[in-house]
Protein backbone atom coordinates (compact mmCIF):
# COMPACT_ATOMS: atom_id res chain seq x y z
CA UNK A 1 0.00 0.00 0.00
CA UNK A 2 1.56 3.56 -1.20
CA UNK A 3 1.25 6.12 1.29
CA UNK A 4 1.76 10.04 0.44
CA UNK A 5 2.39 12.38 2.82
CA UNK A 6 3.90 11.54 6.30
CA UNK A 7 2.15 9.76 8.79
CA UNK A 8 2.33 13.20 11.02
CA UNK A 9 0.01 13.94 8.86
CA UNK A 10 -2.73 10.87 9.45
CA UNK A 11 -6.13 10.99 11.18
CA UNK A 12 -7.28 8.60 13.01
CA UNK A 13 -10.79 8.27 11.72
CA UNK A 14 -9.84 8.55 7.93
CA UNK A 15 -6.79 5.97 7.88
CA UNK A 16 -9.14 3.52 9.15
CA UNK A 17 -12.13 4.64 6.78
CA UNK A 18 -9.63 4.03 3.84
CA UNK A 19 -8.23 0.88 4.87
CA UNK A 20 -11.51 -0.55 5.71
CA UNK A 21 -12.20 0.22 2.00
CA UNK A 22 -9.08 -1.17 0.70
CA UNK A 23 -9.42 -3.97 2.56
CA UNK A 24 -13.39 -4.68 1.50
CA UNK A 25 -12.42 -4.34 -2.17
CA UNK A 26 -9.93 -7.16 -1.96
CA UNK A 27 -12.24 -9.45 -0.47
CA UNK A 28 -11.31 -8.62 3.46
CA UNK A 29 -8.06 -10.19 3.04
CA UNK A 30 -5.66 -7.11 3.50
CA UNK A 31 -5.05 -4.29 1.07
CA UNK A 32 -5.53 -3.98 -2.05
CA UNK A 33 -2.77 -4.60 -4.33
CA UNK A 34 -1.95 -0.69 -5.80
CA UNK A 35 -3.99 0.61 -2.82
CA UNK A 36 -2.87 4.60 -2.83
CA UNK A 37 -4.39 6.17 0.13
CA UNK A 38 -3.68 10.30 -0.18
CA UNK A 39 -4.01 12.00 3.24
CA UNK A 40 -4.20 15.51 4.33
CA UNK A 41 -3.59 16.87 7.81
CA UNK A 42 -5.86 19.13 9.44
CA UNK A 43 -4.97 22.27 8.08
CA UNK A 44 -5.18 20.94 4.38
CA UNK A 45 -8.99 20.02 4.85
CA UNK A 46 -10.82 22.76 4.06
CA UNK A 47 -8.43 23.48 0.91
CA UNK A 48 -9.49 19.97 -0.19
CA UNK A 49 -13.15 20.26 0.82
CA UNK A 50 -12.95 23.06 -1.36
CA UNK A 51 -11.27 21.29 -4.12
CA UNK A 52 -14.02 18.73 -4.42
CA UNK A 53 -16.72 21.35 -4.95
CA UNK A 54 -15.25 23.25 -7.52
CA UNK A 55 -13.97 20.32 -9.38
CA UNK A 56 -10.43 21.93 -8.54
CA UNK A 57 -8.46 19.00 -10.94
CA UNK A 58 -5.34 19.91 -8.89
CA UNK A 59 -6.82 18.03 -5.75
CA UNK A 60 -5.81 14.56 -5.71
CA UNK A 61 -7.93 12.62 -3.20
CA UNK A 62 -10.89 11.72 -5.75
CA UNK A 63 -8.58 11.86 -9.09
CA UNK A 64 -10.18 8.39 -10.67
CA UNK A 65 -11.91 7.06 -7.45
CA UNK A 66 -14.77 8.72 -7.92
CA UNK A 67 -16.86 5.99 -5.49
CA UNK A 68 -14.96 6.49 -2.44
CA UNK A 69 -16.15 10.12 -1.51
CA UNK A 70 -17.23 10.53 2.12
CA UNK A 71 -18.63 13.00 4.00
CA UNK A 72 -20.43 13.03 7.48
CA UNK A 73 -23.28 14.75 8.35
CA UNK A 74 -23.85 17.19 10.77
CA UNK A 75 -27.53 17.30 11.11
CA UNK A 76 -28.29 18.05 14.69
CA UNK A 77 -27.20 21.25 16.51
CA UNK A 78 -28.63 21.50 19.80
CA UNK A 79 -28.45 24.54 21.72
CA UNK A 80 -26.74 26.57 18.74
CA UNK A 81 -28.86 28.11 15.84
CA UNK A 82 -28.89 26.46 12.56
CA UNK A 83 -29.21 28.92 9.52
CA UNK A 84 -33.12 28.86 9.79
CA UNK A 85 -32.65 30.64 13.29
CA UNK A 86 -34.54 27.65 15.04
CA UNK A 87 -32.37 25.07 17.33
CA UNK A 88 -32.47 21.31 16.76
CA UNK A 89 -32.77 19.38 13.69
CA UNK A 90 -30.66 21.02 10.21
CA UNK A 91 -32.83 21.11 7.06
CA UNK A 92 -31.60 21.74 3.95
CA UNK A 93 -28.44 23.93 4.37
CA UNK A 94 -26.05 25.45 1.83
CA UNK A 95 -24.16 21.79 2.35
CA UNK A 96 -27.25 20.05 1.38
CA UNK A 97 -27.17 22.42 -2.25
CA UNK A 98 -23.40 21.85 -2.92
CA UNK A 99 -23.52 18.58 -3.21
CA UNK A 100 -26.83 18.48 -5.16
CA UNK A 101 -24.71 20.64 -7.23
CA UNK A 102 -22.08 19.03 -7.54
CA UNK A 103 -23.71 15.66 -7.99
CA UNK A 104 -26.35 17.38 -10.63
CA UNK A 105 -23.20 18.61 -12.69
CA UNK A 106 -20.86 15.38 -12.40
CA UNK A 107 -23.20 12.98 -12.88
CA UNK A 108 -21.14 10.17 -12.46
CA UNK A 109 -19.94 11.20 -9.11
CA UNK A 110 -20.90 8.56 -6.21
CA UNK A 111 -21.22 10.63 -3.42
CA UNK A 112 -21.70 8.94 0.20
CA UNK A 113 -22.78 10.79 3.43
CA UNK A 114 -22.55 9.17 7.27
CA UNK A 115 -25.91 9.95 8.53
CA UNK A 116 -24.23 11.06 12.37
CA UNK A 117 -24.31 9.35 15.22
CA UNK A 118 -26.98 11.45 17.60
CA UNK A 119 -30.00 9.08 17.81
CA UNK A 120 -29.47 8.38 20.94
CA UNK A 121 -28.45 11.63 22.87
CA UNK A 122 -30.38 13.30 25.05
CA UNK A 123 -32.98 15.53 23.79
CA UNK A 124 -32.50 15.15 20.46
CA UNK A 125 -35.96 14.33 19.18
CA UNK A 126 -36.77 11.57 16.97
CA UNK A 127 -35.28 12.71 13.69
CA UNK A 128 -31.28 13.89 13.58
CA UNK A 129 -30.76 14.23 9.95
CA UNK A 130 -30.19 16.79 8.03
CA UNK A 131 -27.84 19.14 6.38
CA UNK A 132 -25.25 17.73 3.75
CA UNK A 133 -27.34 14.20 4.94
CA UNK A 134 -30.50 15.77 3.54
CA UNK A 135 -29.08 16.13 0.12
CA UNK A 136 -31.76 14.58 -2.55
CA UNK A 137 -28.65 13.02 -4.57
CA UNK A 138 -26.30 11.31 -2.22
CA UNK A 139 -26.64 8.08 -0.70
CA UNK A 140 -27.24 8.49 3.02
CA UNK A 141 -25.43 5.64 5.52
CA UNK A 142 -27.25 4.75 8.82
CA UNK A 143 -25.96 2.09 10.81
CA UNK A 144 -26.25 -1.46 12.01
CA UNK A 145 -25.00 -4.18 14.70
CA UNK A 146 -22.64 -6.27 13.45
CA UNK A 147 -21.96 -10.24 13.63
CA UNK A 148 -19.41 -9.79 15.88
CA UNK A 149 -20.09 -9.28 19.95
CA UNK A 150 -20.55 -5.63 21.22
CA UNK A 151 -22.77 -4.06 23.98
CA UNK A 152 -24.86 -2.47 20.81
CA UNK A 153 -21.70 0.87 20.73
CA UNK A 154 -18.30 -1.01 21.35
CA UNK A 155 -16.98 -4.84 20.93
CA UNK A 156 -17.79 -6.76 24.06
CA UNK A 157 -17.47 -10.50 24.24
CA UNK A 158 -20.65 -12.33 25.33
CA UNK A 159 -22.83 -9.07 25.80
CA UNK A 160 -26.67 -9.79 26.63
CA UNK A 161 -26.82 -6.29 24.35
CA UNK A 162 -25.75 -7.91 21.13
CA UNK A 163 -26.94 -6.09 17.81
CA UNK A 164 -26.76 -8.16 15.21
CA UNK A 165 -26.33 -7.23 11.48
CA UNK A 166 -30.17 -6.52 10.77
CA UNK A 167 -30.67 -4.32 13.80
CA UNK A 168 -30.54 -0.54 13.50
CA UNK A 169 -27.47 0.96 15.56
CA UNK A 170 -28.93 2.97 18.92
CA UNK A 171 -26.86 5.67 18.00
CA UNK A 172 -27.61 6.01 14.14
CA UNK A 173 -28.97 8.90 13.32
CA UNK A 174 -32.77 8.57 12.22
CA UNK A 175 -34.60 10.33 9.42
CA UNK A 176 -36.90 11.79 7.81
CA UNK A 177 -35.14 14.91 6.69
CA UNK A 178 -36.70 17.94 7.90
CA UNK A 179 -39.92 19.34 6.19
CA UNK A 180 -39.69 21.78 4.33
CA UNK A 181 -42.31 24.49 2.48
CA UNK A 182 -44.15 24.11 -0.98
CA UNK A 183 -44.42 27.52 -3.17
CA UNK A 184 -47.75 27.58 -1.11
CA UNK A 185 -46.25 27.77 2.31
CA UNK A 186 -47.32 24.58 3.07
CA UNK A 187 -45.43 22.09 4.88
CA UNK A 188 -43.75 19.27 2.57
CA UNK A 189 -43.09 15.85 4.39
CA UNK A 190 -39.31 15.19 4.64
CA UNK A 191 -37.47 13.17 2.49
CA UNK A 192 -36.80 9.69 3.04
CA UNK A 193 -33.29 9.24 4.99
CA UNK A 194 -31.24 7.83 5.52
CA UNK A 195 -31.20 5.49 2.31
CA UNK A 196 -29.56 2.50 3.17
CA UNK A 197 -27.87 0.66 6.30
CA UNK A 198 -24.48 -1.38 6.90
CA UNK A 199 -22.58 -2.68 9.79
CA UNK A 200 -21.36 -0.19 11.83
CA UNK A 201 -20.62 -1.77 15.04
CA UNK A 202 -17.63 -3.28 16.67
CA UNK A 203 -15.67 -3.16 13.25
CA UNK A 204 -12.14 -3.86 13.07
CA UNK A 205 -9.91 -2.22 10.42
CA UNK A 206 -6.54 -1.66 10.30
CA UNK A 207 -5.15 1.42 12.11
CA UNK A 208 -2.39 4.00 12.56
CA UNK A 209 0.02 2.89 15.01
CA UNK A 210 0.84 6.79 16.20
CA UNK A 211 -2.97 6.48 17.70
CA UNK A 212 -3.02 7.55 21.69
CA UNK A 213 -4.20 5.00 24.11
CA UNK A 214 -7.55 6.72 24.47
CA UNK A 215 -8.42 6.09 20.85
CA UNK A 216 -7.19 2.73 20.54
CA UNK A 217 -9.32 1.19 23.25
CA UNK A 218 -12.60 3.59 23.00
CA UNK A 219 -14.37 0.70 21.24
CA UNK A 220 -12.78 -2.27 22.56
CA UNK A 221 -9.33 -4.26 22.81
CA UNK A 222 -8.32 -5.89 19.83
CA UNK A 223 -5.29 -6.84 21.56
CA UNK A 224 -3.40 -5.99 18.56
CA UNK A 225 -2.01 -2.43 17.93
CA UNK A 226 -2.24 -2.72 14.49
CA UNK A 227 -5.60 -3.19 14.41
CA UNK A 228 -8.69 -1.17 15.79
CA UNK A 229 -12.47 -1.69 16.86
CA UNK A 230 -14.31 1.00 15.48
CA UNK A 231 -18.20 2.14 15.27
CA UNK A 232 -20.42 4.72 13.38
CA UNK A 233 -21.77 5.65 10.72
CA UNK A 234 -18.46 6.65 9.60
CA UNK A 235 -17.20 3.66 9.45
CA UNK A 236 -20.54 1.53 7.75
CA UNK A 237 -20.36 4.59 4.84
CA UNK A 238 -16.67 3.03 3.27
CA UNK A 239 -18.16 -0.50 3.55
CA UNK A 240 -20.66 0.44 1.31
CA UNK A 241 -17.91 2.95 -0.76
CA UNK A 242 -16.40 -0.79 -1.22
CA UNK A 243 -19.93 -2.24 -2.40
CA UNK A 244 -19.48 0.93 -4.69
CA UNK A 245 -16.03 -0.11 -6.41
CA UNK A 246 -17.56 -3.97 -6.64
CA UNK A 247 -20.74 -2.71 -8.64
CA UNK A 248 -18.39 0.01 -10.84
CA UNK A 249 -16.36 -3.82 -11.28
CA UNK A 250 -19.31 -5.44 -12.73
CA UNK A 251 -20.67 -2.75 -14.82
CA UNK A 252 -17.62 0.18 -16.38
CA UNK A 253 -19.15 3.73 -16.14
CA UNK A 254 -22.27 3.60 -14.66
CA UNK A 255 -24.57 6.83 -13.47
CA UNK A 256 -24.06 7.54 -10.21
CA UNK A 257 -27.92 7.41 -10.26
CA UNK A 258 -27.68 4.02 -11.04
CA UNK A 259 -25.75 2.77 -8.43
CA UNK A 260 -27.81 4.40 -6.22
CA UNK A 261 -30.92 2.07 -7.62
CA UNK A 262 -29.05 -1.04 -7.40
CA UNK A 263 -27.89 -0.38 -3.69
CA UNK A 264 -31.49 0.30 -2.75
CA UNK A 265 -33.44 -1.75 -4.89
CA UNK A 266 -30.99 -4.89 -3.44
CA UNK A 267 -31.46 -3.87 0.45
CA UNK A 268 -33.59 -5.37 2.57
CA UNK A 269 -35.57 -3.49 5.34
CA UNK A 270 -35.51 -5.42 8.54
CA UNK A 271 -36.83 -2.99 11.36
CA UNK A 272 -40.13 -2.54 9.08
CA UNK A 273 -42.45 -5.31 9.47
CA UNK A 274 -42.12 -7.73 6.89
CA UNK A 275 -39.62 -6.16 5.38
CA UNK A 276 -41.03 -3.98 2.55
CA UNK A 277 -40.39 -0.78 1.80
CA UNK A 278 -38.90 1.55 3.99
CA UNK A 279 -38.76 3.17 7.47
CA UNK A 280 -36.75 5.88 9.50
CA UNK A 281 -34.29 3.50 10.67
CA UNK A 282 -33.12 2.05 7.99
CA UNK A 283 -34.24 3.78 5.42
CA UNK A 284 -35.01 1.01 2.53
CA UNK A 285 -32.96 -1.41 4.34
CA UNK A 286 -28.93 -3.04 4.66
CA UNK A 287 -27.05 -3.35 1.54
CA UNK A 288 -27.16 -6.51 0.04
CA UNK A 289 -24.31 -5.99 -2.37
CA UNK A 290 -24.64 -9.93 -3.70
CA UNK A 291 -28.23 -8.72 -4.80
CA UNK A 292 -26.87 -5.55 -6.58
CA UNK A 293 -24.59 -7.00 -8.38
CA UNK A 294 -27.12 -10.11 -9.27
CA UNK A 295 -28.97 -6.95 -11.08
CA UNK A 296 -26.22 -6.27 -13.29
CA UNK A 297 -25.22 -9.54 -14.26
CA UNK A 298 -28.70 -10.73 -15.06
CA UNK A 299 -29.13 -7.25 -17.50
CA UNK A 300 -32.48 -5.85 -14.90
CA UNK A 301 -31.74 -2.16 -15.06
CA UNK A 302 -31.42 0.59 -17.66
CA UNK A 303 -29.13 3.61 -17.16
CA UNK A 304 -30.29 6.73 -18.99
CA UNK A 305 -28.06 9.30 -20.27
CA UNK A 306 -25.27 7.80 -19.56
CA UNK A 307 -22.16 9.96 -21.55
CA UNK A 308 -19.26 7.41 -21.20
CA UNK A 309 -20.36 4.21 -22.07
CA UNK A 310 -23.15 2.44 -24.15
CA UNK A 311 -24.68 -1.00 -24.23
CA UNK A 312 -27.69 -2.35 -25.34
CA UNK A 313 -29.12 -1.79 -21.39
CA UNK A 314 -28.55 2.00 -21.82
CA UNK A 315 -31.11 4.40 -22.55
CA UNK A 316 -30.69 7.25 -24.52
CA UNK A 317 -30.36 10.64 -23.41
CA UNK A 318 -33.59 11.17 -21.94
CA UNK A 319 -32.67 14.68 -22.76
CA UNK A 320 -33.45 13.84 -26.41
CA UNK A 321 -36.96 13.16 -25.62
CA UNK A 322 -39.42 14.78 -27.48
CA UNK A 323 -41.02 17.51 -24.97
CA UNK A 324 -44.67 16.47 -26.84
CA UNK A 325 -43.68 13.06 -26.40
CA UNK A 326 -42.63 13.35 -22.41
CA UNK A 327 -41.92 9.85 -22.13
CA UNK A 328 -39.73 7.22 -22.46
CA UNK A 329 -40.04 3.43 -22.67
CA UNK A 330 -37.86 0.85 -21.69
CA UNK A 331 -36.97 -3.06 -23.21
CA UNK A 332 -38.77 -5.61 -22.16
CA UNK A 333 -37.14 -6.72 -19.27
CA UNK A 334 -37.59 -10.67 -18.88
CA UNK A 335 -38.84 -12.01 -15.68
CA UNK A 336 -37.62 -16.31 -14.16
CA UNK A 337 -40.90 -18.56 -14.55
CA UNK A 338 -42.87 -19.11 -11.08
CA UNK A 339 -43.96 -16.67 -9.17
CA UNK A 340 -41.97 -13.84 -7.95
CA UNK A 341 -41.81 -10.56 -5.97
CA UNK A 342 -40.66 -7.41 -8.35
CA UNK A 343 -39.40 -4.21 -7.22
CA UNK A 344 -38.24 -1.85 -9.39
CA UNK A 345 -36.61 1.18 -8.69
CA UNK A 346 -35.95 4.80 -10.17
CA UNK A 347 -33.44 7.22 -9.33
CA UNK A 348 -32.60 10.38 -11.28
CA UNK A 349 -29.94 13.47 -10.05
CA UNK A 350 -32.34 16.47 -9.22
CA UNK A 351 -31.17 19.92 -9.87
CA UNK A 352 -30.56 21.82 -6.37
CA UNK A 353 -33.31 23.25 -3.74
CA UNK A 354 -34.57 21.41 -1.11
CA UNK A 355 -38.38 20.34 -3.10
CA UNK A 356 -37.84 18.63 -6.09
CA UNK A 357 -37.41 20.34 -9.16
CA UNK A 358 -38.76 17.74 -12.04
CA UNK A 359 -42.39 15.93 -12.47
CA UNK A 360 -41.37 12.54 -12.34
CA UNK A 361 -43.50 9.55 -12.77
CA UNK A 362 -42.75 5.97 -13.18
CA UNK A 363 -44.58 3.82 -14.34
CA UNK A 364 -44.13 -0.33 -14.55
CA UNK A 365 -46.69 -2.67 -16.37
CA UNK A 366 -46.26 -6.30 -15.82
CA UNK A 367 -48.80 -8.92 -16.57
CA UNK A 368 -51.09 -6.83 -17.43
CA UNK A 369 -51.32 -4.11 -14.45
CA UNK A 370 -50.16 -1.08 -13.96
CA UNK A 371 -48.64 1.17 -11.29
CA UNK A 372 -46.96 4.13 -10.76
CA UNK A 373 -44.57 6.19 -8.86
CA UNK A 374 -47.53 8.15 -7.20
CA UNK A 375 -49.18 4.81 -5.66
CA UNK A 376 -48.38 3.77 -2.36
CA UNK A 377 -49.78 2.56 1.01
CA UNK A 378 -48.29 5.71 2.94
CA UNK A 379 -47.98 10.07 2.46
CA UNK A 380 -44.26 10.25 2.89
CA UNK A 381 -43.28 8.10 0.33
CA UNK A 382 -40.40 9.86 -2.24
CA UNK A 383 -40.48 9.69 -5.65
CA UNK A 384 -36.96 9.83 -6.14
CA UNK A 385 -36.20 6.81 -3.93
CA UNK A 386 -39.79 4.91 -4.73
CA UNK A 387 -39.40 0.75 -4.96
CA UNK A 388 -42.81 -0.48 -7.11
CA UNK A 389 -43.71 -3.83 -5.58
CA UNK A 390 -45.41 -6.59 -7.60
CA UNK A 391 -46.11 -10.10 -6.78
CA UNK A 392 -45.90 -10.96 -10.79
CA UNK A 393 -45.76 -14.29 -12.11
CA UNK A 394 -45.47 -13.16 -15.94
CA UNK A 395 -42.71 -13.47 -18.87
CA UNK A 396 -41.48 -10.13 -18.34
CA UNK A 397 -42.41 -6.28 -17.54
CA UNK A 398 -41.50 -2.54 -19.20
CA UNK A 399 -40.75 0.18 -17.30
CA UNK A 400 -41.92 3.91 -18.85
CA UNK A 401 -40.47 7.16 -17.61
CA UNK A 402 -42.71 10.70 -17.82
CA UNK A 403 -41.04 13.61 -16.49
CA UNK A 404 -41.04 17.13 -17.64
CA UNK A 405 -39.35 20.24 -15.66
CA UNK A 406 -41.26 21.91 -12.87
Known amino acids: ?19 TLAALINGNFGMASGTTLDNASNPDWEYIRGAIWNDDPSCLLFNDRRENNHEYSTGFEWGLENKSGVAGQLGYEDDATAVDKFI ?9 I ?30 TGSARSNDSFKFKPESPKHLTAPDAAHFSSRGPAKCSKNFKCEDVVGRIKPDVVAAGVAILPAGSRSTTGNQRWRFGDS ?17 VAGCVALLKKEKHHPSAALIKALLVNGAVNHSNPGGLVFDYEQGFGL ?21 FEKSRWDAH ?8 DEEWKSHEIALPSGRHRLAVRLAYPDPKLSLFQNNVR ?45
Do not use: Y
Open 287 to 307: VNVDVSTDMIEKGTFVDGGNK
Open 317 to 324: LLSNIRKE
Open 223 to 239: KDEDWFFMSGTSVATPL
Open 1 to 19: MAMRGGPEGLLFQPIHESL
Open 362 to 406: LIVRAGGEERDGNMGNDQGFDKTRLRLLFDENGSGFKSFFEGRDM
Open 114 to 143: AAGNDADKENHGESQIGDNGAAKNCITLGA
Open 104 to 112: HEHQDFVVL
